[in-house]
């Protein structure tokens, strides 16, 4: 199984530090339009995606909801589900 790329994935190939690929990433001015240019074309070609865990670590916020239920047969447990799954999905839609 291969893993995600990583900016040090990144920053070898372009030969710049992670930091730099991150400020590039991010619309950081004080990298030079070549470089930024160059990282984000390796980043491209490396179908580079940010990690979802990475950023929440960073922002602290998951954006995950978990909940716990006894059964799905119940009733009531049916409609709770299908009632946060669509106040999630309208939230989503914003």
């Known amino acids: ?14 030969g710049v530090s992670p930091a730099t690929v991150s400020y590039a ?8 339009a070549d470089t930024t240019a160059r990282i984000l074309k390796i980043a491209q070609d490396l179908n580079y995606h ?15 909801i978990c909940m716990l239920i006894s059964s799905f047969e119940s009733i009531f447990n049916g409609a709770l589900v299908e ?5 999630c999905m309208s939230v989503v839609m914003l």
């Open 83 to 87: 009632a946060l799954i669509r106040s």
């Open 1 to 14: 199984m291969n893993r995600p790329t990583s900016l040090t994935d990144i920053a070898k190939l372009a």
């Open 25 to 32: 990433l991010n619309g950081n001015r004080k990298i030079s």
């Open 50 to 64: 940010p990690s979802k865990i990475a950023q929440g670590l960073r922002t602290r916020q998951s954006k995950i």
